[in-house]
């Protein structure tokens, strides 16, 4: 096990209880066979990690002395408010709890993500230090790929891939498949990211990772889910700006601000007659020629 797995089951074990004692962290360390090879969670290692965790993450792990000596995360805010860094500690807290039952592995599933990971730390590289990359990119539609450089502006995980959102040498803007890339190089030349750039800004007003045609323009959209979905639409949004309008029982209307890009299209299709789309006008002809077209293939059975 690495650090920062350690770190990140530190950190997770103390969210979960809220408050905790030293000797009840080292119980639990030592119970966990796989973590700790069962050897206990001596204090000095535990004072190691714990400025440890504060430098790399930013996490304050404080002591209550009153009660009996009871640790716990200071600014927890700082955890559910940061997306990124969220993400990455459910993530590593999800493995970790794996990690300890590996003899249950036959009966966990998890879905793959295609190949491009293996880009990825390049591209972040990248990223870190400013420099334009050389990518062949393979698209689906084309025999063969094409090599030329972008400037890697962020990196997004969507849908099960990753994707990197570059300024090409066209003057370009646009996403490109990690898992379509044959080949990525650092240059030595430089570029400087636009002023004011943010990554949940520019994406803000998208569903997901088509960009291409931005004269589709966000719009308000309106969206019925009805009572055997709604509280799927409820639980796990379709996007961030999606608000309850009306529950009426046998069916739930929600609101959202989004650009309804073919993703998007294919998200609410998805959900079949259990979504229908109130409003606009224009959605809803979309959405009627795609079931049309969808009733064609099957009219005939």
Known sequence: ???????????????????ISHRDLSERWERNKELSDCKPLHR?????????????????????????YLYYIENPEDID????????????????????????????MVDEIPSGREHLTTILQ???DNRVVLITHHPFNRPRGNTFA????????????????????????????????????????????????????????????VIGGFDVKPERIVVRAD????????????HHSQRLLEDCGEYADYELFLA?????????????AMLEVIYPPSLRRTMKGWISDMNELYKND
């Not at 797995?5 to 209880?17: M, S």
């Not at 066209?170 to 030349?189: F, P, S």
């Not at 009572?227 to 379709?238: E, G, I, S």
Request: proline share 2%; hydrophobic share 40%.
């Open 1 to 19: 096990m690495n650090q920062l797995q350690k770190y990140t089951w530190l950190i997770d074990t103390i969210r979960r209880a809220g408050k």
């Open 44 to 68: 000095a290692t535990f004072n190691r990690w714990k400025d440890a965790i504060f430098d790399q993450f930013g996490i304050i792990i404080s002591c209550q002395k009153t009660g009996g």
């Open 81 to 108: 408010e940061d997306k990124l860094r969220k993400w990455m500690l459910d993530s590593f807290a999800a493995g970790n709890i794996i990690g300890e039952h590996m003899s249950l592995k036959d009966r966990i």
């Open 126 to 128: 990248a990223m870190k």
């Open 150 to 209: 972008i400037e890697p502006y962020c990196v997004r995980l969507f849908e099960k891939r990753w994707y990197v959102l570059g300024h090409n040498m066209r003057d370009e803007i646009k996403v490109y498949a990690l898992d379509r890339l044959e080949n990525v190089e650092i240059t030595d030349d430089t570029f400087r990211l636009p002023k004011g750039f943010s990554a949940e800004e520019f994406f803000a007003e998208r569903f997901g990772v």
């Open 227 to 238: 009572r055997n979905h709604k509280h799927y639409v409820a639980t796990l949004p379709l």
């Open 260 to 272: 309804p890009t073919y993703d998007f299209v294919m998200k609410l299709l998805h959900s079949g």
